[in-house]
Nanobody, 115 residues
């Protein structure tokens, strides 16, 4: 069982930055892959970025060069640093953990980017 709690969303102007945090109830070093997904109104949930337990990151083409995913094992927390935000980044962002073939999700945090 893994419980995930996200924080850090909010309203920001285009070009601005936000950092999302995902705190895990389980040691994140025991979780092979953790990631961030997002879902905009009327659209399917999509992968934004994920990171392996050894720190290897993977990004959607739409966020490469602007977003960075990283993890702080001592705090059992995964972060998503989002820079140069665009209105099309507006969505609910969800933290995800894949542990023992089971996906776990946080409750989501709203990110709104105004033009």
């Amino acid at each position: 069982q893994v419980e995930l709690v996200e924080s850090g969303g909010g309203l920001v102007q285009a070009g601005g930055s936000l950092r999302l945090s995902c705190a895990s109830s389980r040691s994140i070093f025991s979780i092979p892959v953790m990631g961030w997904y997002r879902q905009a109104p009327g659209k399917e949930r999509e992968l934004v970025a994920d990171i392996t337990r050894f720190g290897s990151g993977n990004y959607a083409d739409s966020v490469k060069g602007r977003f960075t995913i990283f993890r702080e094992n001592a705090k059992n927390t995964v972060y998503l640093q989002m820079n140069s935000l665009k209105p099309e980044d507006t969505a609910v962002y969800y933290c995800n953990a894949r542990f023992r073939d089971t996906p776990y999700w946080g409750q989501g945090t709203q990110v709104t980017v105004s033009s």
